[in-house]
Antibody
Framework: QITLKESGPTLVKPTQTLTLTCTVS??????????MGWIRQSPGKALEWLAI???????RYSPSLKSRLTITKDNSKNQVVLTMTNMDPVDTGTYYC??????????????WGLGTLVTVSS | SYELTQPPSVSVSPGQTASITCSGD??????VCWYQQKPGQSPVLVIY???KRPSGIPERFSGSNSGNTASLTISGTQSMDEADYYC???????????FGPGTKVTVL
């Protein structure tokens, strides 16, 4: 049973940096073909992919947000961390951590956390 | 950047078939997956690699992908299938994952 739990602040001020942590149970982040991603969803809007980190620490970012994002992982703690700089009210939404496995030539998000709602407001 | 298009909504009667489309340039040359999201819940993977079902997903969910359009079909739709459905693919040109805008399926 793979479970994911996101943690971090529920409220950040504009221009601040957001740091979110995802703790994974039931799957080892050091295993090959296991990757972890972050996806967000603004209220009433569609899913938006943010970043992914692969088992070998290779990273990919959303082209539109690349300059603001950093994804890292700690295999010993089985955690993944996402930081997003210069937060703005438009960044308000639910941030999901997702477990990802290789299926063919790309990865699919097969398990998702419950998500954490982040509000950006002064 | 690569864009996916989905109809905003689809309505279906209980027991009937619901079809949700996802369109994109030469999408048939790429792998597509589908996620179901019920209100207040996290997304659930229902189809990957165009037509494969993860374990635990009912057989009434099926997928296809050809030309510029991928489709998710729900046969014998049940009230529990009422949800938003998102298609998603990997855009190798930008090395990024792309989600469609989502389709709200209503079971009337």
């Amino acid at each position: 049973q793979i479970t994911l739990k996101e943690s971090g602040p529920t409220l950040v001020k504009p221009t601040q940096t957001l740091t979110l942590t995802c703790t994974v149970s039931g799957s080892s982040l050091s295993s090959s073909e296991i990757s972890m991603g972050w996806i967000r969803q603004s209220p009433g809007k569609a899913l938006e992919w943010l970043a992914i980190i692969h088992w070998d620490a290779d990273k990919r970012y959303s082209p539109s947000l690349k300059s603001r994002l950093t994804i890292t992982k700690d295999n010993s703690k089985n955690q993944v961390v996402l930081t997003m700089t210069n937060m703005d009210p438009v960044d308000t939404g639910t941030y999901y951590c997702a477990h990802s496995v290789a299926r063919g030539s790309y990865y699919v998000f097969d398990y998702w956390g419950l998500g954490t709602l982040v509000t950006v407001s002064s | 950047s690569y864009e996916l298009t989905q109809p905003p909504s689809v309505s279906v009667s209980p027991g009937q078939t619901a079809s949700i489309t996802c369109s994109g340039d030469q999408l048939g040359n790429k792998y597509v997956c589908w996620y179901q999201q019920k209100p207040g819940q996290s997304p659930v993977l229902v189809i990957y690699q165009n037509r494969k079902r993860p374990s635990g997903i009912p057989e009434r969910f099926s997928g296809s992908n050809s030309g510029n359009t991928a489709s998710l079909t729900i046969s014998g739709t049940q009230s529990m299938d009422e949800a938003d459905y998102y298609c998603q693919m990997w855009d190798s040109s930008t090395a990024s994952y792309v989600f469609g805008p989502g389709t709200k399926v209503t079971v009337l």
